[in-house]
């Protein structure tokens, strides 16, 4: 490929700043987890032959069935993890995911001295600190620009062009599957049936739970609290909210709103307490938050001085989250170092203070109204509208409160005290009004 | 503020890093050119207190007007250049802007080894290479994240993020005066007022040629497409389309076509060579571009591997813009170093081609269709729709005809044919229609 000999011929920097950080290039790389990512790197190492990079080793189990005709010949093909830790790899290439045993050999990796790229955002937001230190310490670099927003890079731009702004709050998409759903749904489909086309595309698992039930945005959300709000959190602090009882109606009542509904993670700080939660919320249609469709990420963060920046693109997937490990390993190539956040460990003590959508299913029978209404007001909660739409049935019949922005624990014990009201068929679905 | 030391106090790497290459901290900062922006650094650098970061010079011509109380008493004053370059300080923060004298400065800054930090696209549009091998060859650094969309990281994401990715396209909006332009026309009001507007709010110059020409933004696509498509251009190439001839019946026309305009500043990379524009464009509603108000930036980078990626936010303001110098500073005290992306000089060869929208106004007598799809056909142009709208005078009549995608130079010749008919009271107006 000539075109390609002339770019690296006439980028001579790189190489000179290689040496002065004692790096040997080519880096040799060994690829954990040859699945849909592992593949997506190895092609775009074998097409696009980055500067300074070369693949070496590839890990997986029963790694026979994963052998590809497109891969060089020198690649050392392994099932034997212990063994390719213990190689002249200079990096390994973490996407098997889990907290084990990928956290024992991310470990083992970065005591010898190696450096690792991953896209484990369970590891990394559970571990993160640690193995930073751990990596510093023996001399190696941890990079993850690829466990959050897998394509979008949003860590980049934390760590170097918003490192001179103090993020104040994010709000953020950072679950493709749960988007995919939502979204189908805002355009009319059935909750049971959007999921059964995403586990048939690959975009959600056999059990959907760690999507839907927001933990793997939850996740996320605590890795992007520490670069942006410097912050580091336990992520099971962060309660998440199921996407699973929102319904068709409420996308209808979302719609009167001029609303529609995502699944949100979002975060602040103020005089130094936190916030976070992760659930579906009511978003403005003119927000971007509602533009986003499909198995597109979003991420607006709010500087004090810079004001909101919004990062869109494709969150997950074979090839853009391979875009983000090569280009941590570009980044390891040619000596580049972060600007390093700090942090300080913080506990999730604040409340949001929204207006809250709230959407009871009942039998109908006179008094329900006020019952409801004196069980809110008893919590000094206003009432903003009470929306009640024809044509359902009167044995299950849905309706719809609004409230002014309250704190969520008083809005909850309400709730507690409507909840125990026989007319209820299910308890009242809760969302936060993004404004 | 004992919130801010802790936050210092927990990060020990960056000190570690810093004395890895050498760098003393913290790092001497003389600022040159004490506007806007330059005072907008000096307050983030003075109440954030970013670690490792010291002002100690300000340059300005006639500084006693310039003069604040809340910057440090140790903090030089200067309206000598010379005196300030021959100082210690380690790096100089360049916001006078234009070709001279802050090339003169800046080049005098690298010849010392001093590291440059820059807002001034015009000068890296030009002489960026240039400079950045000025400052390898004597061990110093350029950085110049603010001269391009000043509050979005898109400098740091191209440079870190997607760069192992292989930027093909890209679409942008970089001129927030042109954007705060067109957005309000969109509203329903008239050029000339909404400028008055934009020069009363300090977004737009007195001669506002710079920005409403399309100059500004080509600079700034200059400095995108070396990063992004990795080519090196002459800025002059790049022939910009002035906004002013746009007006209301445009909006009228483009609303009608599920469309609004904005200023873009466009290019590609196919086969080695390159197109590349700047002008007022008809942009789909639903596209990201159309969301885009007031003063916002938005870049567009569609990637091989990755697909669209979507950057948006403030893209000029005091605070935005040294939000991004600071981030370069941070960048240079922690040692941090991007990812050389190597970049070859290419001539802009290439046409896009794309569908046109093209506003005639006549004197309205038989035969006007019929000879201009005469003379677009000669150049086998095929029409796509021919528009009038009621409710104008015959003797001012605007029409437009759409037609569908074909080269530029083809529909130039068809139009300078046609710019002959006696009945046009004005040149077409044509614009590149986004899909």
Redesign the interface.
Same mark, same amino acid.
């Not at 760590?159 to 103090?166: H, T, V």
């Not at 001085?305 to 494709?314: A, Q, T």
């Given at each position: 490929m000539p075109?390609d000999n002339?770019?690296?011929a006439?980028?001579n920097?790189?190489a000179?700043?290689a040496k002065?950080s004692r790096i040997q290039l080519p880096l040799r790389i060994a690829i954990f987890g040859f699945g849909t990512v592992g593949s997506?790197v190895a092609r775009?190492l074998v097409d696009?032959k980055?500067?300074g990079l070369k693949l070496t080793h590839v890990f997986n189990r029963n790694v026979a069935r994963k052998r590809v005709d497109w891969v060089p010949s020198d690649v050392t093909w392994s099932e034997d993890a212990e063994a390719v830790l213990a190689s002249d790899a200079d990096v390994i290439v973490e996407l098997a995911g889990g907290l084990d045993p990928a956290g024992g050999w991310l470990r083992r990796a970065l005591e010898a001295g190696k450096s690792v790229v991953t896209a484990n955002k369970k590891l990394i937001a559970y571990q993160g600190v640690e193995l930073e230190r751990l990596a510093?310490a023996r001399g190696g670099h941890l990079k993850y620009?690829a466990a959050v927003a897998g394509?979008?890079?949003?860590?980049?731009?934390l760590?170097?062009?918003?490192?001179?702004?103090?993020i104040e709050r994010m709000e953020a998409i950072l679950n493709g599957t749960c988007n995919f759903i939502l979204s189908k749904m805002e355009g009319g489909a059935e909750y049971a049936a959007v999921l059964a086309t995403a586990q048939a595309n690959g975009y959600a698992e056999a059990d959907p739970t760690e999507d839907v039930g927001g933990f793997d945005a939850r996740a996320k959300l605590a890795i992007l609290m520490r670069l942006a709000l410097?912050v580091v959190v336990d992520p099971e602090e962060i309660i998440p909210q199921s996407i699973t009882p929102v319904s068709a109606v409420d996308f209808s009542y979302a719609r009167d709103l001029s609303c529609t509904i995502r699944q949100i993670a979002r975060a602040e700080e103020r005089d130094?307490t936190v916030a976070a939660t992760v659930g579906p919320m009511l978003v403005d249609q003119r927000s971007?938050l509602a533009?986003s469709r499909g198995t597109e990420n979003m991420v607006i963060l709010t500087?004090r001085?810079?004001?909101? =920046? $919004?990062?869109?693109?494709?969150g997950a997937g074979g090839?853009?989250t391979? &875009?983000? =490990? $090569?280009?941590?390993?570009?980044?390891l190539?040619?000596?580049?170092?972060? &600007?390093?956040?700090?942090?300080?460990p913080a506990r999730i003590a604040a409340e949001f203070e929204v207006p809250h959508y709230i959407r009871f299913l009942v039998v109908d029978r006179p008094g329900i109204v006020s019952e409801i209404t004196g069980a809110l007001a008893r919590e000094r909660i206003n009432i903003r509208a009470i929306m009640q739409k024809p044509g359902y049935p009167q044995d299950a019949l849905p309706f719809v409160i609004t409230v002014e922005p309250c704190k969520s624990s008083a809005l909850k014990r309400a709730l507690a005290n409507i909840a125990k009201m026989d007319c209820l068929l299910e308890s009242p679905l809760d969302l936060q009004m993004l404004e």
């Open positions: 075109a002339a770019l690296i006439s980028s920097l790189s000179n700043e002065d997506s775009i696009s980055p500067e510093a620009g394509g979008i890079p949003v860590i980049p731009g760590e170097q062009g918003l490192a001179g702004d103090r410097r130094g971007p533009w500087g001085y810079g004001g909101d =920046v $919004v990062f869109s693109g494709h090839h853009p391979a &875009v983000a =490990v $090569v280009s941590d390993l570009l980044a190539a040619h000596g580049s170092r972060r &600007v390093e956040i700090p942090s300080v």
